[in-house]
């Protein structure tokens, strides 16, 4: 009680506090993810998490904080921001509340039961539509934050502050394995997997119930504070610690031994190649980049040499990675989890591709989840959100709106990895609705960055002028002709 003490206390702190403090407990709860906020016993053995109410504070605080409002009307309906994403929502709510009677008895794969049912409308269709609506709410109210000067330096701090905890939850979780001191945050009624192993080696789990939640979390935290840059868009101290966070937490990640982790990782190492050698391109990033494709290139020979000299060095390395990903796709468990994906996918084609609903159906997969529950126009919907977030012109943005943005992207495409080879709904979680909100809502501040720097800056106490257009110079009047003034 004391631990659901210290939290009620923070949050009630956070919510008559700046919004700064909001969103530091925010990303912070995202470390916690076995803690119930609320005795078990009091809900009927549902579980309500720190983030889950975390977030609902954000969405309070943001709109609270929001000064242009016609600014997020406009960011939910443009096509070139948050419209599909917009659109997705509402056709896949619409989809869940018709589908279950239109289609009543096409199969299914239950959320609770784990087995093939026939479609009906259930708890599922109420509960997870929440949860979605929940990661859009979060999407819209850091899109909203990110569009002002003030807030926007206080989303970047957070990630940070979280990130931090991240680690600092790993720390805790190695120090105290198998002393049951963290007993009191995991109060959660899911089963804690808190003394695995594998090959000998125990996996870490931080504040979560098992390594695969834990691994997500740090992989996430790592590859956005990798790729975005974020301590050269603040400076001071984040700036000074933003590599060795980021290191911190891809080390975590890989004492997690999560196979999804793993995947991310392998994808995080080709995607930091990828990104140096195109930020060689700009003066701003040429040195920083050569710097570290010049470590990653040396790190590479030294690893080679030694797998040459010494290649029994490397086996238990080498063991671990092939018992997590390639003995993985011959185990019971992977058979099972690919059922999941068939049999959605069987509900899709019975529903004429009209889709099942948002939780009326399990999978293993986060595009399969999307695709058979919000039919083939919804995944169209948001396959072209992807493209867009994606292709969206950088033209004319500032260093640190490029750095951001584009980092952003290939954060993305990381954090989408867990999820698409364990994602079993259709909700994109809080870290994917973080870095849609910076992809959408930063390349919209590039026109007014460009119109500022085409104005004059004025000196000290004189106002903001445009410089006048130059005027052309009068003709030469020809020789014996008499210029007369109108």
């Known amino acids: 009680m004391v631990v659901l003490a210290i939290f009620w206390l923070l949050f009630f702190a956070a919510a008559v506090s700046g919004i700064r ?3 530091y407990l925010f990303f912070c709860s995202l470390a916690f993810g076995s803690l119930a906020i609320l005795p078990v016993n009091l809900t009927g053995g549902t579980t309500f998490l720190p983030h889950t109410a975390c977030s609902a504070l954000l969405c309070v605080r943001s709109f609270i904080a929001c000064r242009k409002p016609h600014l997020l009307v406009d960011g939910l309906l443009d096509y070139n921001k948050l419209g599909l994403l917009t659109a997705f929502i509402v056709f896949g709510l619409m989809v869940t509340y018709t589908a279950p009677f239109l289609f009543h008895g096409a199969p299914i794969m239950g959320l609770n039961n784990i087995t093939r049912s026939p479609l009906g409308f259930g708890s599922g ?18 899109y909203q934050l990110l569009l002002q000067t003030e807030t926007r330096r206080m989303v970047y701090q957070a990630i940070f502050i979280g990130g931090a905890m991240a680690v600092l939850a790993g720390m805790i979780d190695m120090a105290t394995a198998g002393s049951g001191l963290l007993a009191p945050l995991r109060t959660a009624t899911y089963v804690i997997m808190d003394g695995d192993d594998v090959g000998g080696m125990r996996r870490v789990i931080g504040f979560n119930t098992e390594a695969s939640a834990y691994g997500t979390l740090v992989l996430s935290f790592g590859s956005m504070i990798y790729f975005m840059r974020l301590g050269e868009a603040l400076g001071g101290i984040y700036a000074k610690i933003q590599t060795p966070l980021a290191l911190a937490l891809i ?6 031994t999560s196979s999804a982790a793993f995947l991310g990782l392998g994808v995080l190492g080709m995607m930091a190649v990828f990104a140096n050698v195109l930020a060689l391109r700009h003066p701003a990033d040429e ?5 570290q494709l010049l470590v990653i ?14 290649p029994s060095l490397f086996n238990g390395v080498v063991d671990l990675v092939d018992s997590l990903i390639f003995k993985k796709t011959s185990s019971s468990s992977y058979s099972e989890r690919s059922s999941w994906n068939i049999v959605s996918l069987e509900g899709l084609v019975a529903t004429g591709g009209y889709g099942v609903g948002v939780g009326s159906t399990r999978a293993s997969s986060w595009p399969v989840a999307v695709l058979s529950s919000t039919g083939v126009i919804g995944g169209l919907m948001m396959a072209l959100f992807f493209l867009r977030l994606m292709t969206a012109s950088l033209r004319g943005a500032s260093d640190e709106i490029r750095r951001v943005v584009v980092g952003a992207r290939y954060a993305l495409l990381i ?3 867990p999820g698409a080879v364990a994602g079993t709904l259709v909700d994109f979680g809080a870290f994917n609705a973080t870095l849609f909100a910076i992809t959408t809502a930063l390349p919209t501040l590039i026109p007014v960055a460009t119109r500022r720097r085409r104005m004059r800056r004025p000196g000290a106490g004189e106002p903001r002028t445009i410089a006048p257009r130059a005027q052309p110079a009068p003709r030469p009047a020809r020789a014996g002709v008499r210029r007369v003034a109108r």
């Open 297 to 310: 290139g040396a790190g590479a020979i030294v690893v080679a040499a030694l797998v040459i000299a010494t």
């Open 125 to 142: 269709n109420i509960t997870q539509p929440l949860y979605l609506l929940a990661a859009f709410a979060i999407t819209i109210s850091i």
């Open 415 to 417: 954090c989408l990895i």
């Open 287 to 291: 040195k920083r980049a050569l710097i």
């Open 21 to 23: 403090w909001t969103l």
């Open 251 to 256: 080390a975590f990640t890989v004492l997690s």
